[in-house]
């Protein structure tokens, strides 16, 4: 079990691309600069836009939630609950730009920065104890939590708003 491939996070910034392109939020010459880039430095199409300031955050995270049918939990409304952080390792929350968030019936609901792969999924349920509920997250604020809690994200993702 890894972090997302290279493969899958290229994928899926193409489909993130072309829906942001197709729904007006962007020109397509526009977003090709942030495709490159995040080609480049294997981070995902939607943490560059949010970090770059291109596009807010509910939008990235909103058009990522509807190609990939997971919700999407505000975390500053929704915040993690101590019992939730202490079940998954900080170096897999790190390494997947994850947060655990809350017990469900015995589930355990995950905030992601990007959608995972279901292979991941399953391998880090199966690691905790229990089924995993994925969902979406702002990437920014999945960074501040797991630095406050003292946890560094994985090397994918610029860890905050960056200067252009």
């Given amino acids: 079990m890894s972090p997302q491939s290279t493969a ?4 899926l910034s193409r489909r993130l691309a072309r829906a942001l392109v197709a729904a007006g939020y962007v020109q397509e010459e ?22 770059r300031g291109a596009l807010p955050a509910s939008v990235v995270v909103n058009t990522l939630s509807q190609l990939a049918r997971l919700p999407v939990i505000d975390l ?13 390792p900080p170096g897999l929350s790190g390494d997947h730009r994850a947060v655990p968030i809350r017990m469900v019936d015995q589930r355990l609901l995950v905030a992601f920065e990007e959608p995972p792969e279901l292979a991941d999924v399953r391998s880090l349920g199966e690691l905790v104890g229990h089924e995993l509920i994925p969902a979406l997250a702002d990437p920014m604020v999945i960074g501040q939590i797991l630095r406050a809690h003292g946890i560094e994200p994985g090397p994918q ?8």
């Fill in 157 to 164: 993702g610029p860890a905050g708003p960056v200067a252009n």
């Fill in 30 to 51: 526009a977003i090709e600069p942030f495709l490159a880039e995040g080609g480049s430095t294997d981070t995902p199409l939607g943490t560059i836009l949010i970090a």
């Fill in 8 to 11: 899958h996070r290229t994928d």
């Fill in 76 to 88: 500053f409304a929704d915040p993690p609950t101590p019992e939730a952080l202490r079940l998954l």
